[in-house]
């Protein structure tokens, strides 16, 4: 399988050369040139397999040339064997036709766990193959860095500094990272807030000198691997309640657009997705989007819902090659324009075809916490602020048809979010076993001023010290 850029101005590579590019050179997205599509009875015959299983079966097409089957399976059971919950990713019946899919049962609670688990699986299996080492840098405002962290611990041929801001972290966020003592993490939390830690990587990737001695790479939410990741639990949800022989729809709380294009690409290979639900918190510019085809970006506020506090989802580049009919000088004009003009002009038959398979909505903080407070009277399952908009989408937003079951993406677990809970339902969700005491264990971090220089001294040293 060979992987092109959506702008269409940099050479095509393979499964293997994506994972570790991130990016195109031409700053455009890698997609896959020609989509695998299961026939009913492949899908078929998927059904009831162990969630491993499925993932390496699921993910294996897009890794032809660089993995073999039996290479994935080593690779899927051992990100996945280390989850809390036997199943993965277990289905939670919420109402006659909403299921919660529970992707939160990872080391840090969220689903960004399924996919950076198999990463760093397929880094260290990339890297040792080339007898390469790579330092990961990047920044976080909580969750991803974290899901980074506990995906690259221990591994023989990778470093990893994540940049958090000093003091702006939920406690049970910053903990998730900093009491990680492997020898090969570096927690650095630097004086200023989450876009100085931002800029800081930027800078960091684009002086040339550093980047190449130190040999950077990024696990960031653009890479295809991640998003190839994601679809096996579409899959998995979807055969569990009838598929294919049974249309399904899904609701995903959506920032990024990684994880309902994953869903997306689940369709694309042939799964019977009727309809792609995506809630925003009040950054509503995806909403705004398929409603309208107003794709406009305005400044970013905070929510209950951090995650989502996004104006401008790097992900949907992939979507709009696919609506401008794989036309990459015009995904790359489209693009140019919503970066000079704060406006994105997609072309009505483009936004028609997307307004016919998504839909979408917004759900300030007020709403969400009458979400949460709605589901959990109903059901006694809490949904974090981030699935709380989704339950709310999948109730407003459900196919006509009531045969058609919605699966919502439950993407935090609730005790990621105490304060919010407890505004909304009046207790603290407990933190799981493997986690209950984490407010205890000892932290690891360097603090250090908004100083390029100081930090990538930092990072040198940290590394070096490893390489050997
Ligand atoms: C990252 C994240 C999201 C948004 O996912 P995208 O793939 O960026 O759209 C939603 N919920 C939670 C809890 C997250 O951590």
Redesign the pocket.
């Known amino acids: 399988m060979r992987y092109v850029s959506t702008r269409g101005e940099a050479p095509a590579r393979d499964f293997e050369g994506v994972l570790l590019a991130g990016l195109a050179e031409d700053g455009g997205l890698f997609m896959p040139e020609s989509w695998p599509e299961f026939p009913a009875a492949e899908w078929r015959a998927l059904r009831g397999l162990p969630y491993a299983e499925i993932a390496a079966r699921v993910v294996a097409p897009f890794a032809e040339g660089c993995l073999t089957l039996a290479e994935l399976r080593g690779m899927t059971a051992a990100a996945y064997g280390g989850f809390s919950h036997a199943a993965v990713v277990p289905l939670v019946q919420l109402d006659a036709r909403t299921h919660a899919l529970e992707l939160f049962h990872g080391p840090t609670l969220?689903?960004?766990d399924l996919a950076m688990q198999l990463l760093g699986q397929l880094f260290d299996h990339a890297l040792e193959r080339r007898g390469e080492r790579v330092t990961i840098v990047g920044a976080t405002s909580g969750?991803?860095g974290s899901a980074a962290i506990e995906a690259c611990r221990d591994r023989r041929n990778i470093d990893i500094a994540i940049l958090h801001p000093l003091g702006r972290t939920s406690e049970v966020q910053r903990r998730q990272m900093t009491t990680v003592l492997s020898a090969n993490v570096h927690n650095i939390a630097v004086e200023g807030d989450f876009d100085t830690c931002q800029d800081m990587v930027k800078a960091m990737f684009a002086d040339t000198a550093f980047r190449s001695e130190m040999k950077l790479s990024a696990v960031n939410?653009i890479n295809w691997a991640r998003v190839a990741a994601q679809i096996p639990y579409y899959v998995a949800a979807a055969l569990a309640l009838g598929a294919p022989d049974r249309p399904v729809a899904v609701s995903v709380?959506?920032?990024?657009?990684?994880?309902?294009l994953a869903a997306w690409a689940a369709r694309r290979m042939g799964l019977p997705i009727e309809r792609l639900i995506i809630s925003a918190n009040r950054n509503d510019i995806l909403p705004r989007f398929f409603t309208a085809n107003d794709m406009t970006a305005r400044a970013v506020e905070p929510s209950l819902?951090p995650?989502?506090d996004i104006q401008v989802?790097s992900?949907f580049e992939r979507l709009l090659f696919e609506l401008l009919g794989r036309d990459a000088g015009a995904t790359a004009r489209t693009m140019r324009a919503f970066r000079d003009t704060g406006r994105m002009p997609v072309p009505d038959a483009a936004w028609r075809e997307a307004a016919g398979l998504f839909r979408g909505v917004a759900l300030d903080d007020e709403g969400t916490l009458r979400e949460m407070r709605r589901v959990h009277a109903a059901t006694s399952w809490l949904p974090?602020p981030?699935t709380a908009t989704a339950t709310y989408a999948a109730a407003h937003l459900a196919p006509e048809d009531p045969a058609i079951p919605v699966i919502v993406a439950a993407?935090?677990h609730p005790a990621k979010f105490p304060d919010a809970a407890e505004r909304a339902v009046g207790f603290r969700p407990a933190l799981p076993p493997h986690l209950a005491d984490l407010m205890r264990r000892e932290e690891r971090l360097e603090v250090m001023p908004n100083d390029l220089e100081a930090v990538e001294a930092a990072v040198r040293r940290h590394a070096r010290r490893n390489a050997n």
């Open positions: 969220a689903f960004k969750d991803t939410s709380p959506t920032g990024n657009f990684g994880n309902v819902s995650s989502m989802s992900n974090d981030h993407t935090a």
